[in-house]
């Protein structure tokens, strides 16, 4: 069976670790590339939707980015133990009428031994704001390693 490290039980700096790559891919909008760390199985909520497998998955995926656009999303580790791990995070996106948004949220984690993600319990909520109150400047895909995180965001 493949595996995707870093692998539980989990450290802080572990964990971070696993949430930066999380982060890096999501922020890549390649629900190819993001499907590759979740079981086969992997069951989810997120606001009022219930994916279960990765095809399911794959496909609320596509869906959110099609009308996320200029999707850009900062994670950060809350806690962690054994083969969970808890994170909050904010994103910006726009609508295609050029309305802006700020998404927060928390997430639970829970692992395979292999690092798979079995389990992903998202709670979110989505903020209007000005395009004078975005905060997430980066070119499209990976967030730079300079830009400021969440906690230094005031956020």
């Not at 490290?5 to 390649?30: C, G, H, I, M, Q």
């Amino acid at each position: 069976m493949a595996t995707k490290p870093p692998l539980p039980p989990f450290t802080p700096e572990t964990a971070a670790l696993k949430v930066r790559l999380a982060e890096d891919a999501w922020n890549s909008r390649d629900p190819d590339r993001v499907v590759g760390v979740y079981t086969d199985d992997t069951v989810w909520r997120n606001r009022a939707e219930f994916p279960v497998g990765r095809e399911q998955v794959h496909g609320f995926l596509v869906r959110k980015w099609a009308r996320e656009l200029d999707y850009r999303l900062i994670k950060e580790l809350w806690a962690c133990a054994g083969h969970r791990i808890a994170v909050r995070f904010a994103y910006e996106w726009r609508d295609d009428s050029g309305h802006w948004y700020r998404s927060y949220g928390n997430e639970n984690w829970e692992f395979t031994d292999e690092g798979l993600m079995r389990r992903r319990f998202a709670s979110i909520n989505d903020l209007p704001i000005a395009a004078s109150a975005r905060l997430f400047f980066w070119p499209l895909g990976r967030r730079p390693d300079d830009h400021p995180g969440l906690g230094e965001l005031g956020l």
